[in-house]
Each structure stands twice: as structure tokens, then as C-alpha cells.
């Protein structure tokens, strides 16, 4: 049975009954610090990890983190994401005129550190540029800065608009 982080604990613990083998994909491993959600998040998947027969995951980061957790390394299985390039490519031809054009795209949380963008975007002071994220918006999004000069926020956008923005983007 394969399942995802944070969804699983009952289903890995049902095909550990039925003697089946559980993977479990980690793909956001723990976060350094002591909030009360960062230890509840913390519990659960350290419960998640005590069914779970092999890890899944997609870096280096993420085998350290599990590892940290007491996953053995023999447990660990380790795929890496690649790109299509024949699809994502950049632009052809001249550079669409304009400010410059940063974008983050993904799934916008503590997690993935957008805090630290919107604090480095804050402190750079750029008049002339453009900061836009795109992707879902998740848990603890709402205790983020509201004011980020030159930002804009997209929300999710439909996957045949990715080549769009990654190739508008600088």
C-alpha cells in the first residue's frame, strides 16, 4: 500500500494487519522549531513512519530528515524529480518588455519559506520589479504581511498556464 505524509496513519496501520508492504512519501519532511502545530505535524508523521515499512523520498534533505526521525537508511528510497525541457524551455526570441518579473511558483506556505521571500522582497526595495506568486494557498498563509510592494498573488492557475508565467518571468 502506498500512501502520502499526513493522510495515512489508519491506512498504513490496516496493511501492516494484512501483512502487505507500506510506503510512505514524505515530500515536506519536518521544520526546525517549537511551535505547537510544528509538534503536532511533528507526531503525526512520526506515527506515520512507525507503519510504514520504506520511505519515499525526493532529496537528499528529506532522507536527512527522516533519518533524524530514526528511519533507518535501508528504509529509505530515493526518486528525483526532473524537468521536461522540450516543454519548459524559455522564450524564444526577445525579452518581453516590462519590470523585472520574479515568480514563485508552488504551493505557498511556511513551509516552503515564502516568509523569507516576502521579508527579502520587502528589505530589496525594487521599484522597478515585480514579484509573483502562484500555487495553492495554504495553511498559515493568512498570518503572512498583507502589504508586499509589487506583488501579486495569483492563487492556483490552471497547469497550461505554467510555460506562461515561467517564460514572462526573469
Known sequence: RFCFQDSCRRTLHAARNKRMVRLLEVTLPPLPGGTERQSIEDNRLKAELAEAEFVLVQSEFSAR?????????????????????????????????????????????FRKGVHHLFQAWTELKLDKAELILSGNRLEGMDQLPKNIPNCRILGRVPDSE?????????
Open 162 to 170: 505554467y510555460l506562461q508565467l515561467l517564460q514572462d518571468a526573469d
Open 65 to 109: 530528515s527522516v533519518e533524524r526521525l530514526g528511519i533507518s537508511p535501508d528504509r529509505i528510497l530515493r526518486y528525483h524529480l526532473g524537468v521536461d525541457t522540450d516543454y519548459f524551455r524559455p522564450r524564444a526570441g526577445v525579452r518581453r518588455p516590462g519590470p523585472l518579473r520574479v515568480l514563485f511558483l508552488g504551493g505557498t506556505s
